[in-house]
């Protein structure tokens, strides 16, 4: 095969990006960290449903993510090894990085008109370890990014050299956005409306104008009309993934009644969170550089009336977007410098990254050996995310709110299901099943939940005609539905009570009478080490606590605490945030 | 006992024998031909057609007895299943026709693709034109049928005078019907150009368009030759186009052009017919054309070569799609069929009534000529050039049939769900077709209005765009005349039962043809069912 020569540059980019891609989803393969994020789990299991499940079939998409992520598992999640470790989804989201990459090369080439910026620009986006780290996992963002970033490229190409491919072509990726996180539907109608602008301005030809917008739009807003279509079709309102019992809003009206969305209709803690969320996952050093690109490439574009330029400001839309978004508490955002102090949806600002280097790169060129020093300062910036074990992604993903930790008793009550789980149903509630059947390695057709219809209904009326187990947690549908009495009074006896997750099993003799306090409280600190059977013990972290004094605390030997350390997949003591909750392991294995 | 057996076993051979034997029909010989113009006895009737074309390879007989053997066979078999299990029978032909509706949309898809990725239209620059003198250019011969339609012929005198062509090479010949006094008449009370002639085609069954330009063909001259109906007005440039494009692709046989209308902003018929059009010459043909698969040629502004007109016997007049089927036979003796880059105007028809009627007529037109076709499936796989171009057809003729009636069988049983919920509807459709079917039918539309859209930006008609996402209102149209053909199949058995021995075959307006009745428009509008039942 000849490969044309035009395409050099490229093809080594999309060897390098490959290369990077390898390297570290294998490095965090080896940590175990690929399917740390509850998400991550929640989203090879959404895919997992569609060839696994009591009713297999595209309607176990369900309505809560957009399908585009998961229907690109659909190839592998079949196969079990490449399921149980995450790789299935993480190979869209390495092949989507490799593509990004390449993408944002060819962004800041063709805003900066020199090849140096566009290499200088897949650099800053290919060495970022938030971004190594995302795309090696099932989440969706690296999909997301890549197809925002191609359809900003040909949006650009057309406003540019004025050809209705290009034009398409933009409309195409942007669908794929569409497809893939509600951020592209804000972004796609913000190109839509540029389309417009830019051509009126351009030609003062309004059917043309009108024809360009009709083509643009009917592809690039196929995707939320095919969304809307899709929950008329199947759950009997188009607009229920915004009002159904586990959209996003929903879950946030709860984070909200709990006092627990500090942004919410308050400008400054949105702004100041989106500040913090971008410095910790884009790099301080990268936004000042950036925004001063961005300036930058203001000034040229009107100075050399190279209008097209101006187009690349869409994308920072998606910090807009972000900021809008938390600000109404359709989402949220818990970064560690700000109360609650915690990790949540951090990852968030891995879509900014695209625009700060570009925009960052295409200064850098100009700079010439001035965009030395600040390559340094970038680098020494990366460097510090990884050397003090400050990936936020990763810290969110293992010990952040919605994080492995944070899933842990569903987790453990899966491995112990791993190990006990003797045929039949499994009655319980969807948003548990994700992790408990996850690690429980029990097909999904042996889980019956709100996904499976009428079969679910008929057996919250009579459990013991369908189904052989029942997994409650508390607070969840099961507790809400079933009182132990009753579960007893159907022939089902309690089997398994680990913090808040207990297991019934019907036919069984009541083997645990009693609960006990789901976390350890702060207040509740002990000083003589618990017996061994007590282990592993969640500890809830409050001011004051190291890993010594907790490896103290609970083993009387402050020494010990690599194995709070492991246990937790930490990699420093850095990790210990306040209020997360960390898994105290038994001091010998 | 045996001996009654064997009589009655050898009375039904008998008989079975007489009706599937193919019907017999007398050549005429060489003092007849030389007579009268070649032709046949058929159940003493004489047939006239001036061609050396085998009544065999024509369709003067369209379904053979043993095609509608086949086909009640087949009928048998669906009543049997349904009687034994309808459930399941229902089930397994809502299976096999989602499954072809399926592939059929992939197939067009694949084809527009092929168009997309590399232009394929033959492209011949004005300035290659401007290099070549006078002198250069062949002679050319116009063929311009006509009937009751003397009062376009200043409009096409016009428009033929306006051709870059030199006059002296230009042989413009009109084709009069000896039975169309009035035409003959006006024609002869006006001055016409000197490089003008008139034919009058004999009196003689079939009186058809096909036959009428047999007859011309033993008069032409040009070593090139194309059709043009009297309401067309053609690029200026064609015919130096078309003289390159045969000197350059020397395996061409019949380059089409392509076609557009003059009046499209007239309504919401014409913009969405000028739509269709769009999509069907800029996109579909040249897909076609990649693949090397036999375009079907439109009824005008097609040009041939005289001589490979002459190899294969010229049209075929028992055919109402003539043009389709001479693409066929010219593959068959190794010519292609393209499509060049130049363009021939035509009037829309602008009403619900008339656009149904052409329709019809030539979805009906489709029908025949698939029915013809699969006559001896064998012979057609080997004449029209192996597997692909075989399954090309399929889809391109019998395939657009299907699918335009399938789109109201399917657009009913949707409505019937909706309205009805009705579970037993869902159990016709398993996963797997269930899927197939939405895929077809949200994918599909989708991609098929976009097309339209793309095929209309293309031709630069911005305004069209916006009409063009109504397109599905416009197949719903055209599905409807596709089951008013079907019907007209089956209701009108004496009407079809005439076109099968030739008797009466129609000059109807072909299926890829734009039929323009007359260039005004609403006056000859009233003019066509008189035209019709003439023919």
Known sequence: ??????????????????????????????????????????????????????????????????????????????????????????????????????????????????????????VLFVANPNILYMQSTPLTELFYIFSLTAGMYYLILWAKQRRLKHLILSAVFLLLSNLSRYDGWFISAACLAAVVVYELWQNRNWKRTEALAIIFGAVAFAGPALWFAWNYVIFGNPL??????????????????????????????????????????????????????????????????????????????????????????????????????????????????????????????????????????????YGAFVRHGNIITLQEATVGYASKASNASRAAAGMWLRQNYSGGLILSDVFNDDSAAFYSRIPFRDWLNGGNGQLFSDALKNPAEYVNWVFVRNGDLMSQTFT?????????????????????????????????????????????????????????????????????????NGSLWPRILQANHMHSQFNLYLENILIIPAPQP | MEERFRTIYRNLRLRWQRFTRDPEVLEFNAAETAQKGQGFTYNQAEFIHHSNLSHKESA????????????????????????????GTILIIFAVLTTLY??????????????????????????????????????YTVF????????????????????????????????????????????????????????????????????????????????????????????????????????????????????????????????????????????????????????PLSGHSTHFRTSALQKIGAWDPYNVTEDCDIAIRLHRIGFQTGVIDSVSREEATGTFESWIKQRSRWMKGFMQTSIVNIRNPIELYNDIGGFKNFIVFGFIVPGMVAVNLLNMFYWLLLVAWYVTLSPIIKTFFPTPILYMSVVSFVAGNFIFIYLNIIGAYRRQRYGLVKYTVLSPLYWLMLSAATVRAAVQIVTSPHNWEKTEHGSHLQAAPTPQTIKVVSANFSANLKATPAKERQF
């Open chain 2, 60 to 87: 003067f007989f369209s379904a053979f007895p043993k095609q509608k053997l086949y086909a009640a066979g087949v009928l048998l078999v669906v009543v049997l299943g349904i009687l034994l299990n309808w459930h």
């Open chain 1, 484 to 556: 132990p009495a009753e579960l007893a009074g159907d022939g089902f006896g309690a089997v398994y009570r680990q913090d808040d997750v207990t297991i019934y099993k019907k036919g069984a003799p009541n083997q645990i009478p009693a609960a006990r306090p789901p976390v350890a409280a702060p207040t509740t600190v002990v000083n003589i080490p618990p017996p061994a059977a007590a282990y592993p013990i969640r500890h809830f972290v409050v001011p004051g606590d190291t890993l010594w004094s907790l490896a103290q605390t609970y083993y009387g």
């Open chain 2, 102 to 139: 399926f592939l059929d949309s992939l197939f067009n898809a694949f084809l527009i693709y092929r168009s997309f990725a590399k232009s394929s239209e033959i492209k011949i620059s004005t300035l290659e034109l401007s290099r070549y003198k006078d002198d250069f250019w062949p002679r």
């Open chain 1, 240 to 381: 229920y993934f915004a009002v159904g019992p586990y959209s996003a809003k929903a879950q946030q009206m709860g984070l909200l009644a709990a006092g627990q969305l500090p942004a919410y209709h308050h400008l400054l803690n949105s702004l100041v969170t989106i500040f913090y969320d971008g410095k910790n996952t884009d790099a301080l050093s990268v936004i000042v550089i950036g925004l001063a690109g961005c300036c930058y490439l203001l000034w040229t574009a009107l100075r050399d009336k190279q209008y097209y330029k101006l187009l690349f400001f869409l994308f920072g839309l998606q910090i807009i977007y972000y900021i809008i978004n938390i600000y109404f508490g359709n989402g949220v955002i818990y970064v560690p410098q700000l109360w609650p102090f915690k990790f949540f949806n951090d990852r968030y600002a891995t879509t900014f990254i695209p625009f700060f280097v570009i925009a960052a790169a295409v200064l850098m060129e100009r700079l010439k050996w001035l965009a030395a020093v600040v390559g340094i300062a970038i680098f020494l910036e």
């Open chain 2, 144 to 295: 311009c049928p006509l009937y009751k339609e003397w009062q376009v012929v200043p409009q096409f005198v016009e428009a033929m005078s306006a051709l870059d062509y030199p006059k002296e090479k230009l042989q413009i010949m009109l084709l009069l019907e000896e039975d169309d006094k009035e035409t003959i008449n006006k024609i002869a009370a006006q001055n016409l150009p000197a490089n003008f002639e008139v034919i009058v085609v004999p009196d003689s069954k079939p009186k058809t368009k096909p036959k009428a330009m047999n007859y011309g063909l033993n008069f032409a001259r040009g070593q090139y030759l194309v059709i043009y109906d009297a309401e067309i007005i053609p690029d200026r440039d064609q015919l130096k186009k078309a003289v390159l494009t045969f000197r350059k692709f020397p395996h061409l046989g019949c380059p089409q052009t392509r076609l557009d209308h003059y009046n499209t902003e007239q309504n919401f018929i014409t913009r969405l017919f000028n739509t269709e059009f769009c999509f069907y010459y800029d996109l579909f043909l040249p897909g076609l054309q990649k693949m090397g698969a036999p375009v």
């Open chain 1, 1 to 122: 095969m000849q490969i044309p020569k035009r395409h050099g540059t490229e093809i080594i980019l999309t060897i390098i990006a490959l290369l990077a891609s390898l390297a570290s989803t294998f490095y965090f393969m080896r940590q175990g960290v690929i399917v740390a994020a509850g998400d991550a789990v929640a989203h090879l299991n959404i895919a997992r449903r569609v060839v696994d499940s009591i009713n297999p079939g595209f309607s176990q998409l369900g309505y809560v993510w957009l399908p585009i992520n998961h229907l690109l598992m659909l190839p592998f999640i079949w196969i079990n090894s490449l399921y149980y470790s995450g790789l299935a989804g993480s190979i869209s989201s390495m092949l989507a990085f490799v593509a990004a990459a390449v993408y944002i090369y060819k962004i800041a080439t063709l805003l900066s008109g020199k090849k140096l910026a566009g290499i200088v620009a897949f």
